[in-house]
Nanobody, 126 residues
Framework: QVKLVESGGGLVQVGGSLRLSCVAS????????VGWFRQAPGKEREFVAA????????YAEDSEKGRFTISRDNAKNTVYLQMNNMKPEDTGVYYC???????????????????WGQGTQVTVSS
């Protein structure tokens, strides 16, 4: 079983930056795609970005592709989400998901059949 622990959230002003980390432990050999999801207050959890074991990445929207960067350090079993030029709509709880399938499966299935972390709160103030 894989265990995920997110960190790096906090309060940031508009235009600021944060870097989230997701550390995996346990049975990580079966993990391929790792993704980030965001759940804003009163909304459903939505896909943000995902990265494969080999470093291929996808993003939810063009705007996030330009501001967010997902990266991965396999030696440290850690996936990062660098968020720059942050906006109020980036506010929410960010969850990490480790999936045995591809990053496209992870995105299309909204993280189903994957393992979730406990989440980290991100708040962008205007």
């Amino acid at each position: 079983q894989v265990k995920l622990v997110e960190s790096g959230g906090g309060l940031v002003q508009v235009g600021g930056s944060l870097r989230l980390s997701c550390v995996a432990s346990g049975r990580t050999l079966g993990v391929d795609g790792v993704g980030w999801f965001r759940q804003a207050p009163g909304k459903e959890r939505e896909f943000v970005a995902a990265i494969s074991r080999t470093g291929d990445s996808i993003y939810a929207e063009d705007s996030e592709k330009g501001r967010f960067t997902i990266s991965r350090d396999n030696a440290k079993n850690t996936v990062y989400l660098q968020m720059n030029n942050m906006k109020p709509e980036d506010t929410g709880v960010y969850y990490c998901n480790a999936h045995p399938g591809t990053i496209y499966t992870l995105r299309d299935e909204r993280g189903s059949f994957g393992t979730w972390g406990q989440g980290t709160q991100v708040t962008v103030s205007s």
